[in-house]
């Protein structure tokens, strides 16, 4: 059975950091790019960024180019997502996905999520 456990959330003060890891089980990890996106309080699922099988080739929304920083480790099986100066959109339940770039985000198989919250 394929699982993707996210984990890392939390509460934190605007320009706050976080990193979010995602382990992996049921397939052959380094088979697949990997991708996090993520989902605000009643609007739809957003793409964050992706990353090629062999780390490569990285991808990031303009939204969060030059903050955030997606990496993996295959040999623990493990997508990470690093998240500097957050700022209060980014208040969302992130979620790693078994897809790249321009996949089908909504179907792939997620995570059941992490809660990031940005607050004062």
């Known amino acids: 059975e394929v699982q993707l456990v996210e984990s890392g959330g939390g509460l934190v003060q605007p320009g706050g950091s976080l990193r979010l890891s995602c382990v992996a089980s049921g397939f052959t990890f380094t088979d697949y790019g990997m991708s996090w996106v993520r989902q605000a309080p009643g609007k739809g699922l957003e793409w964050v960024s992706s990353?090629?099988?062999?780390?490569?080739?990285?991808l990031y929304a303009d939204s969060v180019k030059g903050r955030f920083t997606i990496s993996r480790n295959n040999a623990k099986y493990t997508l990470y997502l690093e998240m500097n100066g957050l700022k209060t959109e980014g208040t969302a339940v992130y979620y790693c996905?078994?897809?790249?770039?321009?996949?089908?985000?909504?179907?792939?198989?997620r995570g059941q999520g992490t809660q990031v919250t940005v607050s004062s």
């Open positions: 990353i090629s099988s062999r780390s490569w080739t990285t």
């Open positions: 996905a078994q897809t790249y770039y321009g996949g089908d985000y909504e179907n792939a198989v």
